[in-house]
């Protein structure tokens, strides 16, 4: 049997159609078609009833798992897709979700975070609008290779932001996304294994998309933006989603390749500047000079050169 809810939101993708003609076209009775409007009207789609055209579907930005997927380019990323009107972190879910064996490719989004999560136990503003999501990977890599990926995972969200809006996105080491100079998106990616062997890796995306500055603290506001702000108009969170799915796979596939990261060093705006970067126990201040293939950003000093692999990088030469 048909779902017709389903079936029905299929057709009015397609183009307007009128009550009789999706009836006739389903082999269902004109109540199950106006059943199925007004459920779907009850999820939020707004469809609009009109004489001559019949039922429309009016522009909508919906997070869920269907729309999500429909039209989605990928093969393997979104295979399962879990949308929530609230969580803590999509990390911590899609953790949870990889310790009980989900598969590769699950995907988690949430309109708004609780407690959203940066790096180095950072807290992470996740209002509604924004984009919140965190997808799982079981790559074959040694675990000391799996900084590579948060570099390609940034790589994919300036590749986004530029096929998208035009926008010239720059990465600050390791991911900072950042729009003239204000961070617009982080990404935090976390990892487990066991016995040397890589079990999973989550990458979290969060983007400040359809939300204005006013969403965020007062003491964030100077040094991020939001894509509102340098869009100046609405944001479809879903093709955004899409986008970035998409961009993401493309950019795993190509992680291990040379390519890769030239591209990332030619988006960054660490390369170049003078640099301090505080790792667990040392302060590393010098020239950001490269970045070599596990990821760590080369630091040049008056003693030589310096491998920072993870930590607060900070830009001495412009406002942080
Ligand atoms: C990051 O950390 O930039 C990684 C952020 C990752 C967020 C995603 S959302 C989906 C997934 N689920 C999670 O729980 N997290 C991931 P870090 O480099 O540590 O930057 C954190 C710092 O950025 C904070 O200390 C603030 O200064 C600043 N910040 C916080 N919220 C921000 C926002 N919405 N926009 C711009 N800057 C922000």
């Known amino acids: 049997m048909v779902n017709v809810r389903d079936a029905v939101l299929e057709a009015l993708h ?25 459920l779907l009207r009850r999820e939020g789609y707004s469809i609009e009833g009109e004489p001559r055209r019949g039922y429309v579907l009016a ?27 609230e969580v803590g ?10 310790a009980e064996g989900a598969a590769e490719g699950l995907v988690v989004v ?28 079981r790559p074959r890599l040694e675990p000391s290779r799996a900084p590579i990926l948060a ?32 961070k617009i998106a982080g990404i935090l990616t976390e990892m487990g294994a066991e016995l040397g062997r890589l079990d999973y890796v989550v990458v979290g995306v969060g983007v400040n998309a359809d939300f204005g500055l006013e969403a965020l603290p007062a003491g964030l506001r100077e040094r ?26 493309r950019a795993y596939e190509e992680a291990l390749e040379p390519g890769l990261l030239d591209e990332y060093k030619g988006l960054s705006a660490t390369l170049g500047k003078m640099v301090r970067v505080v790792t667990g126990d040392a302060t590393l201040q010098g020239k950001a000079v490269d970045v070599d293939r596990d990821g760590a950003l080369i630091i040049e000093r008056g003693d030589g050169l310096v491998r920072a692999l993870y930590g607060e990088c900070v830009h001495l030469d412009t406002p942080p």
Do not use: F, M
Request: aromatic share 4%; glycine share 12%; charged share 25%.
């Open 89 to 98: 972190s999509t990390n911590d879910l899609a953790k949870i979700r990889a």
């Open 14 to 38: 397609r183009g307007p159609v009128s009550g009789p003609a999706l009836a006739r076209e389903l082999g269902v009775s004109r109540t199950a078609v106006w059943k199925a409007i007004e």
């Open 224 to 249: 991020a933006t939001t894509l509102r702000e340098e869009v100046g108009g609405p944001i479809s969170r879903l093709a955004l989603v899409r986008r970035i799915l998409e961009e993401l796979e």
């Open 151 to 182: 570099l390609a995972a940034g790589v994919a969200v300036a590749r986004s932001l530029k096929g998208l809006y035009g926008l010239d996105a720059r990465l600050k080491w390791p991911n900072d996304v950042l729009i003239g100079g204000r």
């Open 59 to 85: 522009g909508h930005d919906l997070l869920s798992p269907y729309e999500i997927r429909r039209g989605l380019g990928t093969a393997v990323l979104g295979r399962e897709v879990v949308c929530l009107e």
């Open 110 to 137: 949430a309109a708004v975070q609780r407690e959203g999560r940066g790096r180095l136990g950072r807290t992470w503003r996740s209002p509604e609008g924004g984009v919140w999501l965190s997808v799982l990977l």
